[in-house]
């Protein structure tokens, strides 16, 4: 046995241990052990470890790490290049864990960030919660809807800073979309649509050549941890663009670009919980090693609006947003209000009138100037030719950066947990439609689902053995 795969033995040791008994290296350690749970105070460094040291990981502790309060102290993954890499950058400061447990179990780190496959999200969250420290988590927040409230009442049981990393909340294109829908501009809004689409076509990811070995350095089995293990796949193994094409890991794309898409109608019409969520789609072209669907249309029904979800990946026609027609990427949203329709992307906006209903709110000159060109009821307006809204959305700091800045206050951010459940019940509650095949009734003043006990039951998570849900958060 060489040293390589007696450290990987000792390691997986070591998880059975802990996992089972909670005593090599405790999955919850009290406050009183590091005095106030490793929160600093107003003027101190806050030491931030990363866990997760892939590409979105890699980005956020970028940002994190350019706010002069900020130590890196730690660079966790089951990956050695990876987090070999992560430290390498910020030595001399910056250990490494290939567990994260361990790090969760050090005194000296106030604050992480979760950058782990999506399946992960939910448990390394509620027991960071456990271990005092501050939390920024990348999206999706949750694959199941126990989880989502588990994560939710953790991080209020422990007064956990949480930060979703939903960071297009932090652009302006958003706050002016929200700025104007909030004032009124577009009317009453009935329906709101939403959608994510690309072309994989047939291949999808593609396939792993036959007798593909794992990496040096690599424990998958603790990659795969809660979910079910399977044999090595490199291409899901890869990054996070590749987990959509996988159930298990991810969800598929829709809890990968929901959350940054249908922030934007929550944010604005300030949606709560959805009454109803129906939910269609399947695997229809994409023959890869994946198993997700390809196309998925969700209805979610709220007590004052309705708002839909596209998602493709074997067809990428963008509507208005179009452009180019070059296959690509493409997203958006639309508010249909009686006064008229605005469609955006993560960068631009514009309104279509319904005939004359928006004239008072043009800005005069360029109303006189419209009028000189005879202008139709089709004109297209954005923000700067209408008159200013009463109420301005303050520009961010950054979303990492306010972060920082709310463990220093004590104050929770703008895309915590408590708004960002009202983003990532819906997504979950889609997955779960999906899977049954039928609609889901909601009770938001409960939040419980209504009249369907397996739909219910299927809610909460089943984590492979020895690694458990905290159902007790639920």
Same mark, same amino acid.
């Given at each position: ?143 199941? *809807? !126990?989880?989502?409230? &588990? %994560? =939710? ?10 930060? $979703? @990393?939903? +960071? ?17 501009? *577009? !009317?009453?809004?009935? &329906? %709101? =649509? ?10 999808? $990811? @593609?396939? +792993? ?266």
């Amino acid at each position: 046995m060489n040293n390589e795969q007696q450290n990987l033995t000792t390691r997986r040791e070591f998880l059975r241990t802990t996992a089972a008994t909670a005593v090599a290296v405790p999955l919850i350690m009290p406050a009183s052990a590091w005095g106030k749970a490793g929160r600093p105070g107003a003027n101190g460094k806050i030491n931030v470890a990363l866990i997760g040291c892939n590409g979105m990981g890699r980005h956020n502790l970028d940002n994190v790490a350019k706010h002069p309060d900020v130590v890196v102290i730690g660079a966790c993954d089951v990956y050695k290049k990876r987090r070999d890499d992560v430290a390498a950058k910020y030595a001399p400061t910056c250990k490494t864990y290939a567990d994260f447990r361990e790090v969760l179990a050090a005194p000296e780190v106030d604050a992480i960030i979760i950058a782990t496959p999506p399946h992960w999200h939910a448990l390394v969250a509620i027991l960071a919660c456990e271990a005092g420290k501050d939390i920024y988590l990348q999206k999706p927040m949750t694959l199941h *809807l !126990g989880e989502s409230f &588990a %994560v =939710r009442n953790a991080v209020k049981k422990h007064n956990i800073i949480c930060q $979703v @990393g939903t +960071q297009i909340h932090a652009s302006e294109n958003y706050r002016r979309v929200v700025e104007m829908v909030r004032a009124g501009y *577009l !009317g009453k809004i009935g &329906a %709101v =649509r939403t959608f994510n689409v690309m072309n994989q076509g047939e291949k999808g $990811v @593609g396939r +792993q050549p036959p007798d593909t070995k794992p990496p040096d350095g690599l424990d998958w089995d603790l990659w795969c941890g809660p979910a079910p293990l399977i044999p090595f796949n490199s291409i899901l193994f890869s990054g996070s663009y590749n987990h959509g094409s996988w159930m298990a890991y991810s969800g598929g794309w829709t809890p990968g670009m929901a959350p940054h898409i249908i922030d934007l109608p929550t944010w604005a019409l300030e949606l709560k919980y959805p009454t109803l969520v129906s939910s269609v789609g399947g695997r229809y072209v994409v023959q890869d090693d994946g198993d997700a669907y390809d196309h998925h249309e969700v209805l979610w029904r709220y007590p004052n609006t309705t708002v839909t979800w596209m998602s493709s990946l074997t067809n990428s026609y963008g509507f208005d947003l179009e452009e180019d027609p070059k296959p690509t990427r493409r997203l958006g949203i639309y508010f249909h209000g009686v006064n008229g329709t605005m469609w955006s992307n993560y960068h631009q906006h514009r309104i279509v009138p319904e005939g004359k209903a928006m004239n008072a709110i043009i800005l005069p000159e360029i109303a006189a100037r419209k009028q000189a060109k005879d202008y139709t009821a089709r004109a297209l307006y954005n923000f700067k030719e209408l008159l200013p809204v009463a109420e301005k959305i303050p520009e961010s700091p950054g979303h990492e950066h306010e972060w920082v800045e709310c463990i220093k206050s004590r104050q929770q951010p703008s895309c915590s947990v408590f708004y960002h459940t009202y983003v990532d019940v819906p997504i979950v509650l889609s997955l779960l439609s999906l899977k049954l095949g039928r609609s889901i009734k909601f009770d938001p003043e409960r939040e419980k689902i209504v009249g369907d006990s397996e739909a219910a039951k299927l809610a909460m998570p089943t984590y492979r053995k020895p690694w458990k849900f905290p159902s007790h958060y639920v």
